[in-house]
Structure formats: structure tokens, C-alpha cells
């Protein structure tokens, strides 16, 4: 691939777990290599067989769509937010990376053929442009805890320097964060305890690729290496009350780039 091509990427998570800690995970990625769009997806889940991942070349992309009511479609599947959408853009070396968390917390259904899973849901649009030979974000760290009619979301990475934590999709002051840890996550506010419970993913994206994906995309996004897991998390406030922690599911991974990160902003 010519070192003069920009790579724009549009990915789109999705995510559904039911009061059992059954979960449905829904990834399309668009890759666009100049005229050229690939567009892979993938279903990962412990409640259904679930396919490979689909490689197609096509014009059109499968992106996040909104109805009028509030739902928001990808494909059959839709998702219900119970909290305001947050948008952040962070930016590394002049280039920006669009983060759109579209349901934070909420109400989600995947469907796959004639299964589906219907629970508590997440969804969020990661978009970016630049030369791929240039992505640098070091090791990230990306969390969502989902509980009854509450929810937390982060991303950090110390290396690329930021971090955020986001709460029923209002964005936690940076002085109020103390810790975005594996198994931790603490505010001035609560604190968040995570206890693994599977693993659902683990490994560099070039063992999960189909050919010809894994040959034109180039080594820094192919070993780029993930490990995902399912966890249960107890949400406790720090009022100094003795209330019962709200419980709930959280997925949670730690992403390794293979580049080091540069100084990285968030606006």
C-alpha cells in the first residue's frame, strides 16, 4: 500500500447483556483505502453461534442510524438510551480521533438470523483519518459498566496522556478522577469494583482478520493487540452512606498499539 494513501476508518460497537451475563457484541469496521472501502464485521457472543468475521467491498457504509423516537439502528439491531449522548474529539499529533458514545446506558436488542438477545446496551462510532503508519496511542484502556438505570464509561491510556470517565452521559470533571485501573475505576464521587468473570477476547487483530484484509491493511492497526473480558462490577458512592453497591455487567479491555503514543488532548 503507497505511503501517500490515508486510511479513513469508521468503527461501530455495539454491545447487549442480559440480567445472566449472556452477551452479544456487534463490530463493523469501514475501511477506506483511497477509492477502495472494506468493510468487515463480526458477532461475538456467549448466547448464540455466531458467525466469523464477513469481509465485503462496497460503496455504501453501515453506520449508527437515529430514528425520530430515539432508537437507534445498525442493521436489525437497535438500541434505547436511557441518557444524553456524549461526543468527545481527541487529538494526537494534529490528527483527530471522533468519538460519538451514542447509548452510554440503556435499553439494547442484537438479532442475528432468527436470535436474539435483548438486555442492558451500549453503542458508540469511533472515527478517524490519517495515515495508518502513523496510529500512536500506546496502550488504551476502554470500559463500560452498565447497572438498574445507572451507568459508567471510560477510556485512558497514561502513555497518550488522557482520560475520561463518563457517568449516566455526563462527563466527570478531570480533577475528580483518581483512578482508571484494570479492575478499579474511582471518582471523587464512587468507585467502581470489577470482578472477571469471562474472557471473551484476546489476541492480535491479524488472527481474527480474512484474507485480503489482514494483507492490505498495514502492521499497525494488524498488531494491534486486545484483550476483552466480561466483567461483574459493584458501583459504590462515596457519600459516606453504608447503601448496598448497585451490581451489574461491565465488558472492559486493555488495547496495545504498536507504536508509542505522542501527547494526546481531549476536547
Keep these: 500500500m503507497s505511503r501517500g494513501m490515508v486510511c479513513r476508518v469508521d468503527k461501530v460497537y455495539g454491545d447487549v447483556v442480559d ?20 468493510i468487515a464485521e463480526q458477532l461475538v457472543s456467549n ?40 461526543e468527545q474529539t481527541f487529538t494526537d499529533s494534529g490528527h483527530e480521533y471522533r468519538w460519538r458514545c451514542l447509548c452510554p446506558g440503556g435499553a439494547g436488542v442484537i438479532r442475528h438470523g432468527d436470535a436474539s438477545l435483548a438486555g442492558q446496551g451500549y453503542l458508540e462510532h469511533l472515527s478517524f483519518a490519517l495515515p495508518p503508519w502513523e496510529l500512536a496511542l500506546g496502550e488504551l ?7 438498574e438505570n445507572d451507568s459508567v464509561v471510560w477510556v485512558a491510556s497514561d502513555e497518550a496522556g488522557f482520560s475520561l470517565i463518563v457517568r449516566r452521559g ?3 470533571a478531570q480533577e475528580n478522577i483518581v483512578a482508571i485501573a484494570e479492575r478499579r475505576i474511582e471518582t471523587s464521587d464512587f468507585s467502581l469494583d470489577l470482578a472477571a468473570v469471562e474472557t471473551i477476547r484476546k489476541g492480535a ?18 498488531a494491534i ?22 451490581r451489574g455487567f ?12 505522542h501527547g494526546m488532548a481531549v476536547r
Design 19 to 38: 440480567a445472566s451475563g449472556r452477551y452479544a457484541i456487534l463490530y463493523i469496521v469501514n475501511v477506506r483505502l483511497g477509492p477502495l472501502t472494506l
Design 47 to 86: 448466547r448464540f453461534a455466531a458467525p466469523g468475521m464477513r469481509l465485503r467491498v462496497r460503496r455504501s457504509v453501515c453506520l449508527p442510524l437515529t430514528e425520530p423516537t430515539g432508537r437507534i439502528c445498525v442493521g436489525p439491531s437497535e438500541w434505547m438510551p436511557d441518557c444524553p449522548a456524549v
Design 141 to 147: 484502556r476502554w470500559g463500560r459498566w452498565l447497572g
Design 170 to 172: 455526563e462527563a466527570v
Design 205 to 222: 487483530l491479524i488472527g481474527l482478520l480474512s484474507w485480503p484484509l489482514g494483507w492490505l491493511l498495514p502492521r499497525s492497526l494488524t
Design 225 to 246: 493487540d486486545e484483550d476483552k473480558r466480561l466483567f461483574e462490577g459493584s458501583l459504590r458512592e462515596r457519600d459516606g452512606t453504608h447503601a448496598a453497591p448497585t
Design 250 to 261: 461491565a465488558i472492559a479491555e486493555s488495547v496495545i498499539f504498536p507504536h508509542s503514543g
